[in-house]
Each structure stands twice: as C-alpha cells, then as structure tokens.
C-alpha cells in the first residue's frame, strides 16, 4: 500500500481522499528540514503547500518517493530539476485557487486606494481620522497587470467590472487570447508609465526576479500603487521603500515576501505599505479545490499511472491511461529490447508511431522507450527522468507519427544508433491489448516477450533448431516459446525463445560455441 506524507496544513478532504483509495497517510506540519529528511525514506508521495521547501537534500534521502503533490500553484519552493533527476514527479493543482487569488490583488488594490487597512485600525484606535484618509478612485485609472496568465486573466476581468482600462504585460500572451480578455497588450516599457496602478502575477524566474527594481520604478508614473499577490522576489524590496519615501510610489500592497515566513521586514511599519501574510490561496473554496485535487491526482499517479498537471512529465489523463497502458507495456518492452542488446554508445534513438497508436498522446510513449532504453546503463532511470538522462547522454532522440497503415493497424518501431550500428525493433498489439514483437533489424518475426528470453543471430543452416534445444534440454532449461525469423533462405536468422529459468552465463558460453550461432545473449523482461 503506497504511503503518502502531508506536510503542509491542507484540508482535510485530502486525507480522507487518500483513505478512501486505499493509500496510508500521515500528517506532520512542524517538521524541520531535518526532520523530513530523516522521515522522506518511508514515502511514496509528499502533499505540500508553500511552507516545505522541497531541497536537492531532501530529494536525495527520499529513496522511495515517487511523487509531489503541491496543493496550489507556485512550485518555486520544490527542486524542480533535482526531482525530475530523480525520476520524482512533480504536480501542482494550476486552477484551484486562482479566483481567489485574483479576488485577493482586488481587495488589495482597493486596500490601497482607500487606504482601509490604516482607517481600520486608527478608528478602532479611537482617532476618528476623517481628514487623514483621502482615497482614489479606481474607476478610469490603468491597470497595468504583468503576467496575465489564469489569475492574471481573472483579475482583468474584475477590473473591467469596475471600470478600469486594463493593460497587460505578458511575452507569452497572443495578440488573439489579449483580445478574447479585451486588454492592450503592451511592453513593460510601456506598461510602467501608463499604469496608475501594477498587479504582477508571473512565476518567480531567473526572467522574473527583481523585475521591479528602482531602475523600473524610475519608470513609472509617478503616485502609482503596486501589488504584488504572486512571488516576494519579483520585488527588489530595499528599492521600494526607497521609493515610497521619495514619494515616487503612492503604497504597496504586498501579501509575499522576499523571506517566508516574513516575521522581520523592512517594508513593515510603514503606512504606505499593506500586508497580509501569504494569504491569496487563503478561502476555504480554494483550499478544499486545491486539497481535494492533489489528493485525487497524487493517488491516481500512485495507483493507476495517470498523470495530470505534472510540470516534468507529459500528462496522461485517467480517460487516456487504459488505452495508453497496454501501448506502456509495449513501448517499454521495445526500449528494453534494444537497450538490453546495445553494448556501446548510443548516438540517435528514433521512435516511429504508425497507425492507430499515431493517434494517441505518444509523449509517454516516448519517455517509457527511453526508459527500457536506459534502464540496462542507468538502474534508477524512469520515464520521468530517462529524457533528462538521454540528453545529459547527448542521445538524439525523434519521433516520427504516422496514419497510414501497413501489415499491422498499429506499429511502434525503435531504431537505436550507436557508434557500431543501427538496430531496429518493432511490435504491435494483438487483439488491442497483448504486445507482440513483430520485427527485428528488419526481419519479421511473432514473439512475446516473458521474464526470461534467449534471443539469437545465426546463420539459417539445418541442424541449429535441434542442437540448441538439445542443448538447452540437457542443462534443464524448459523451452516456454520459440520464435523464428529470417531474412531469406540460408540468409541471416534469429532466434527468439522464451526460457522457464534464468539461463546462466556457462549455458550462455555453449550456445554461443555452436557452430552457426553469430550472437546469444539472455534477456529479461
Ligand atoms: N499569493 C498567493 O497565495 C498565490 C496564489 C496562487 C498563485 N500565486 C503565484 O501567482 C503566480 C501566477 O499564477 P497563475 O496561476 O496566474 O500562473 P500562470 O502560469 O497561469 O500565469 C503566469 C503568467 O506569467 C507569464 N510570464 C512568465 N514569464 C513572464 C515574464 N518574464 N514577464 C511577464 N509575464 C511572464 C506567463 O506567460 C503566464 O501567462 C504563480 O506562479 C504563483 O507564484 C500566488
Ligand atoms: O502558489 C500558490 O498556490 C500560492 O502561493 C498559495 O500558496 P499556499 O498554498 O502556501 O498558501
């Protein structure tokens, strides 16, 4: 039974999820790093918020985990690179508390502009302040959103409901869905001394960190009022205080920090400044969205395979994982095959998916072929990392899709060069569901594959069929199945068995010593 750890405070409704698909799950939310690094071993998945920072170190005493589930969007506190290293698959729930958010860089925007935050706590101070508190309004100001991606999208939206004239900032926002979402599409250059008031709602990237700095501010139009609800290290936070003194910047409304949890900060104290701690995702809508959505994908992956909002592996939905299933078998059969016969470098894999299997979503094909590829060089690759490790192996790898049919409805051929040669193998499925290797370097052959295989190349001559089975009978070696192929008649042959035992390197030596035998080699599925 798989084991999963939830180690950031989620809703309830995840664990009972887990209970219900039969996963045990433990809750601790005070561990120290060092605490979950000496725990991680025992855990299949780890359910996270923003709180655990997901380190290489921990990834690296995970030994058994499989996935992680973040329950909300940003997944700047995991290792990405470092898991998907590891073969650890990473998931967020991209959706679940993006209305919420935007509902929360609305309420600051309005924070801001009436300055609510400080006439709330000078009137419950007793001070009746009524000249102090003078506001802008919002409606026919600019809003000038960087990063106009699902809340960027929403919050644009609500803008326009009040009236705002909204531009957008986003390199990777087209010109149709800027149209769709009736914003101006602008350059950051353009954006910054047109708004009257900024939302940012990128990721923290190398592109994004300090994107507001006092070089950008120094752009800005001057009394604009900023928000930031996505990531603290979009702000440089030393230049904004500066610039609220200077008056350059009207107010700030900040619910992230540069340093989580930020119980010190320069920017505290200040009247200009609004915060709140961390608290877009912060509505029990979007904490039981994104708790229940974790749970459920994180068993699925656990359970059954399927692979939703992965951000380092290609998705399979669980409507896709039975038709892709039995194509997983065969596609990893064919990787093995080749890598298990491979003995030098490999230079150039190239994947050819014809027929019926070239309708499907082949990207898990593809990691799955690399899989069995690698898996004989590399013992802990696994679809999640074998395209990291075929790169980082400066493996070309292509993959061609094709409608037309041949022999076969459905076809996946592998053909692997290395510094030596070029191999092919190919299969298909039987009655839709059982995998048959139909092809080898070209020779049509109908095996299945089983634990333990003897494959052979010899030259077709009479007497090879009864001196190997002999041979193999007099070892002890029960023949299960027996599979052969040739080029022509006297021409180059293969041999293809399926063995009860394991066959051992002395029994291995003799089939190699009879006479028309090119190579033997042992193989396992
Ligand atoms: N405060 C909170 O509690 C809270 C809650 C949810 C999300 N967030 C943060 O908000 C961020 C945005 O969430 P989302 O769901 O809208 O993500 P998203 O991926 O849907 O949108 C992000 C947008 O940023 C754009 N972008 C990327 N690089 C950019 C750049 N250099 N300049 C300008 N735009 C760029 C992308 O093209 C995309 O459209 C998340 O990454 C997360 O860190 C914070
Ligand atoms: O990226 C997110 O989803 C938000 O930052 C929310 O983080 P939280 O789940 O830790 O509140």
Same mark, same amino acid.
């Given at each position: 039974?798989? +084991?999963?750890?939830?180690?950031? /405070?989620?809703?309830?409704?995840?664990?009972?999820?887990?209970?219900?698909?039969?996963?045990?799950?433990?809750?601790?939310?005070?561990?120290?790093?060092?605490?979950?690094?000496? =725990?991680?071993?025992?855990?299949?998945?780890?359910?996270?918020?923003?709180?655990?920072?997901?380190?290489?170190?921990?990834?690296?005493?995970?030994? @058994?985990?499989?996935? =992680?589930?973040?329950?909300?969007?940003?997944?700047?506190?995991?290792?990405?690179?470092?898991?998907?290293?590891?073969?650890?698959?990473?998931? @967020?729930?991209?959706?679940?508390?993006?209305?919420?958010?935007? &509902?929360?860089?609305?309420?600051?925007?309005?924070?801001?502009?009436?300055?609510?935050?400080?006439?709330?706590?000078?009137?419950?101070?007793?001070?009746?302040? +009524?000249?102090?508190?003078?506001?802008?309004?919002?409606?026919?100001?600019?809003?000038?959103?960087?990063?106009?991606?699902?809340?960027?999208?929403?919050?644009?939206?609500?803008?326009?409901?009040?009236?705002?004239?909204?531009?957008?900032?986003?390199?990777?926002?087209?010109?149709?869905?800027?149209?769709?979402?009736?914003?101006?599409?602008? &350059?950051?250059?353009?954006?910054?001394?047109?708004?009257?008031?900024?939302?940012?709602?990128?990721?923290?990237?190398?592109?994004?960190?300090?994107?507001?700095?006092?070089?950008?501010?120094?752009?800005?139009? /001057?009394?604009?009022?900023?928000? %930031?609800?996505?990531?603290?290290?979009?702000?440089?936070?030393?230049?904004?205080?500066?610039?609220?003194?200077?008056?350059?910047?009207?107010?700030?409304?900040?619910?992230?920090?540069?340093?989580?949890?930020?119980? &010190?900060?320069?920017?505290?104290?200040?009247?200009?400044?609004?915060?709140?701690?961390?608290?877009?995702?912060?509505?029990? &809508?979007?904490?039981?969205?994104?708790?229940?959505?974790?749970?459920?994908?994180?068993?699925?992956?656990?359970?059954?395979?399927?692979?939703?909002?992965?951000?380092?592996?290609?998705?399979?939905?669980?409507?896709?994982?039975?038709?892709?299933?039995?194509?997983?078998?065969?596609?990893?059969?064919?990787?093995?095959?080749?890598?298990?016969?491979?003995?030098?470098?490999?230079?150039?894999?190239?994947?050819?998916?014809?027929?019926?299997?070239?309708?499907?979503?082949?990207?898990?094909?593809?990691?799955?072929?690399?899989?069995?590829?690698?898996?004989?060089?590399?013992?802990?690759?696994?679809?999640?990392?074998?395209?990291?490790?075929?790169?980082?192996? %400066?493996?070309?790898?292509?993959?061609?899709?094709?409608?037309?049919?041949?022999?076969?409805?459905?076809?996946?051929?592998?053909?692997?060069?290395?510094?030596?040669?070029?191999?092919?193998?190919?299969?298909?499925?039987?009655?839709?569901?059982?995998?048959?290797?139909?092809?080898?370097?070209?020779?049509?052959?109908?095996?299945?594959?089983?634990?333990?295989?003897?494959?052979?190349?010899?030259?077709?001559?009479?007497?090879?069929?009864?001196?190997?089975?002999?041979?193999?009978?007099?070892?002890?070696? %029960?023949?299960?199945?027996?599979?052969?192929?040739?080029?022509?008649?006297?021409?180059?042959?293969?041999?293809?068995?399926?063995?009860?035992?394991?066959?051992?390197?002395?029994?291995?030596?003799?089939?190699?010593?009879?006479?028309?035998?090119?190579?033997?080699?042992?193989?396992?599925?």
């Amino acid at each position: 039974m798989p +084991k999963v750890l939830i180690s950031d /405070k989620l809703s309830p409704a995840a664990i009972q999820i887990f209970k219900d698909r039969g996963i045990e799950v433990d809750v601790n939310t005070s561990l120290s790093p060092d605490e979950l690094k000496a =725990v991680i071993g025992q855990y299949d998945g780890l359910a996270i918020r923003s709180n655990t920072k997901v380190t290489a170190e921990i990834l690296a005493a995970a030994t @058994n985990l499989k996935v =992680v589930g973040r329950a909300g969007i940003g997944v700047d506190n995991v290792d990405v690179p470092a898991a998907t290293a590891r073969g650890i698959v990473v998931m @967020n729930t991209p959706f679940g508390n993006s209305i919420t958010t935007a &509902e929360h860089a609305i309420a600051m925007m309005f924070s801001l502009a009436r300055e609510i935050p400080q006439a709330n706590a000078s009137t419950h101070a007793g001070k009746w302040e +009524k000249s102090k508190f003078m506001g802008v309004e919002l409606t026919g100001k600019v809003l000038g959103i960087v990063g106009c991606g699902n809340i960027g999208a929403i919050v644009a939206d609500r803008a326009q409901g009040l009236r705002m004239r909204v531009i957008a900032y986003d390199p990777f926002l087209s010109t149709e869905r800027a149209k769709e979402l009736n914003v101006e599409k602008v &350059e950051l250059d353009e954006l910054f001394p047109r708004a009257d008031f900024i939302t940012l709602h990128t990721p923290l990237t190398e592109a994004t960190r300090n994107i507001i700095d006092a070089k950008a501010i120094a752009k800005m139009k /001057k009394g604009v009022r900023i928000i %930031n609800c996505a990531r603290g290290g979009l702000i440089v936070e030393e230049d904004l205080k500066a610039a609220i003194e200077a008056g350059q910047v009207a107010g700030a409304a900040l619910d992230v920090f540069k340093v989580e949890p930020a119980k &010190e900060n320069l920017l505290f104290s200040n009247d200009k400044v609004v915060c709140t701690p961390h608290l877009g995702a912060s509505t029990s &809508e979007a904490q039981e969205n994104v708790a229940l959505q974790v749970a459920e994908q994180m068993a699925d992956y656990l359970l059954t395979g399927a692979v939703t909002n992965a951000l380092n592996i290609p998705s399979v939905s669980a409507e896709d994982a039975p038709k892709l299933r039995p194509y997983m078998t065969l596609a990893n059969q064919l990787g093995s095959f080749a890598g298990q016969l491979t003995e030098t470098g490999i230079r150039d894999v190239k994947i050819e998916y014809i027929g019926h299997v070239a309708t499907l979503n082949t990207k898990p094909l593809t990691a799955i072929v690399l899989e069995g590829l690698l898996k004989p060089m590399n013992e802990t690759v696994n679809m999640v990392n074998a395209p990291v490790v075929a790169k980082d192996r %400066n493996i070309k790898v292509s993959t061609v899709k094709t409608d037309s049919v041949g022999d076969y409805h459905t076809l996946i051929r592998v053909t692997v060069t290395t510094d030596q040669r070029e191999r092919s193998v190919a299969g298909t499925l039987f009655g839709g569901d059982k995998p048959r290797l139909v092809e080898i370097k070209g020779i049509s052959i109908e095996a299945e594959l089983g634990p333990y295989m003897l494959y052979v190349t010899n030259q077709d001559k009479p007497g090879f069929i009864g001196a190997l089975g002999s041979l193999l009978g007099q070892n002890g070696v %029960n023949i299960a199945t027996f599979h052969l192929g040739r080029a022509a008649p006297g021409g180059d042959a293969i041999l293809l068995t399926q063995v009860d035992q394991p066959m051992d390197a002395s029994l291995l030596e003799k089939v190699r010593a009879l006479p028309q035998v090119v190579q033997a080699k042992a193989l396992a599925f």
